[in-house]
């Protein structure tokens, strides 16, 4: 089983301030998947990074896929309030996924 | 496109009684649908994985035959509670893969909280 470790496991923040989110493996993924779920609701996906060393940006969001393809990290710049959720990483290998715990995250207005 | 739902979004029953939730893939085929129970302010886990036509593979721990998957066609699989107890309640979450995605492609439901009183 592969095991995905998310740091840190919860955070809080001010709006406007800048964060990282990190997601390890021994692991080696073919692909990694992020996604927000808020209460309530089911996961929704971010992104999909495939290529060790990729960066995909969604405006204020930067993911990075890590050389080795075992780790990303999501940074987000000038947090708000409408990206409190938790943010999951989801490796694929082998058709088959496995979930990291997550990370909370609160952006206080 | 690749938009799944889930029916009920919440429900409510007894103690004993069953519960089937039903998952369903709206625009595409989904050849893959997966099962997943999350508890409050935790991660999802995975509970079993069905393909279209075939029997769900179940995770290590997961009772199959009280959790119930079926997986008749390519757009709908459903999940039974069967004799739901307490411990039971949880916000159940189905995912699907589509024929013609990337394997890694998954996209969830919005979920359904039952509560099991």
Redesign the interface.
Known sequence: TQLLEQSPQFLSIQEGENLTVYCNSSSVF??L?W?RQEP??????LV?V?TGGEVKKLKRLTFQFGDARKDSSLHITAAQPGDTG?Y?C?G?EN?D??????T?LTVKP | GAV?S?HPSWVICKSGTSVKIECRSLDFQAT?M?WYRQFP????M?MATSNEGSKATYEQGVEKDKFLINHASLTLSTLTVTSAHPEDSS?Y?C?ARGEFR??????????T?LTVT
Not at chain 1, 40 to 45: D, F, S, T
Not at chain 2, 41 to 44: A, C, R, V
């Open positions: 073919s692909s998947q996604y309530g609701e089911g996961p929704v996906l999909t495939v938790l999951l989801a694929a058709n996924m496995r979930f990291g715990a997550g909370r | 799944v889930q893959t997966f302010k935790q991660s999802l995975l916000f979450i995912s990337p394997s890694y492609e998954q996209y969830f439901g919005p979920g909280r």
